[in-house]
């Protein structure tokens, strides 16, 4: 049968439980937070057997975790590192490509209307090779800082035969 070791023997000291105990009341992301209490579970005197079992983890991840902290005894070094994500889709869409886009005219550009919209621009956009999903460029708008509304249609000048449309009485 295995032996447990210590907290002590782990090189874990009751400070360390206290800093573990407030970097959880503090956490916010969920994989920091598993990460930290798995950590915090094993300086409390539980073996990395029963911390991985309890938190449904393999041995050797707690055993990751627990010698990340010990390096440095700071909570923040259980934080997730920067990923670069999945590359752009539409990576020929840059700003300043839609920005001039958007500031042309959709009947400049040959279509039969006076405003563009997400759809018509995912169209036009496709007919330059650009083939973007309405959800992206969406995305890439706000991202962009651009924003448009359904225009308001406001008549400049009151009707001139107003009086005679609405009767006598609204000829004030």
Same mark, same amino acid.
């Given at each position: 049968?295995?032996?447990?070791?210590?907290? @002590?023997?782990?090189?874990?000291?009751?400070?360390?439980?206290?800093?573990?105990?407030?970097?959880?009341?503090? @956490?916010?992301?969920?994989? *920091?937070?598993?990460?930290?209490?798995?950590?915090?579970?094993?300086?409390? %005197?539980?073996?990395?057997?029963?911390?991985?079992?309890?938190? @449904?983890?393999?041995?050797?991840?707690?055993?990751?975790?627990?010698?990340?902290?010990?390096? $440095? *005894?700071?909570?923040?070094?259980?934080?997730?590192?920067?990923?670069?994500?999945?590359?752009?889709?539409? $990576?020929?869409?840059?700003?300043?490509?839609?920005?001039?886009?958007?500031?042309?005219?959709?009947?400049?550009?040959?279509?039969?209307?006076? %405003?563009?919209?997400?759809?018509?621009?995912?169209?036009?956009?496709?007919?330059?090779?650009?083939?973007?999903?309405?959800?992206?460029?969406?995305?890439?708008? *706000?991202?962009? %800082?651009?924003?448009?509304?359904?225009?308001?249609?406001?008549?400049?000048?009151?009707?001139? *035969?107003?009086?005679?449309?609405?009767?006598?009485? $609204? @000829?004030?």
């Amino acid at each position: 049968m295995r032996r447990v070791r210590s907290p @002590a023997e782990l090189g874990l000291t009751a400070d360390d439980r206290h800093r573990l105990e407030r970097a959880l009341r503090e @956490a916010r992301d969920a994989r *920091h937070l598993r990460r930290l209490l798995a950590v915090k579970l094993v300086a409390e %005197g539980q073996s990395v057997a029963d911390v991985a079992r309890l938190c @449904a983890l393999s041995r050797p991840i707690v055993y990751r975790w627990l010698g990340r902290y010990l390096e $440095s *005894h700071q909570s923040e070094v259980l934080l997730d590192r920067p990923r670069t994500g999945r590359p752009r889709g539409a $990576s020929r869409l840059t700003d300043t490509l839609l920005r001039r886009v958007v500031q042309q005219s959709p009947q400049e550009a040959g279509w039969a209307t006076h %405003g563009w919209t997400v759809p018509l621009l995912c169209t036009h956009l496709r007919q330059q090779g650009i083939d973007v999903s309405p959800r992206t460029l969406r995305r890439r708008l *706000h991202e962009a %800082g651009l924003r448009w509304k359904r225009p308001r249609y406001v008549y400049v000048t009151r009707a001139p *035969h107003l009086a005679q449309k609405k009767g006598a009485l $609204s @000829a004030v």
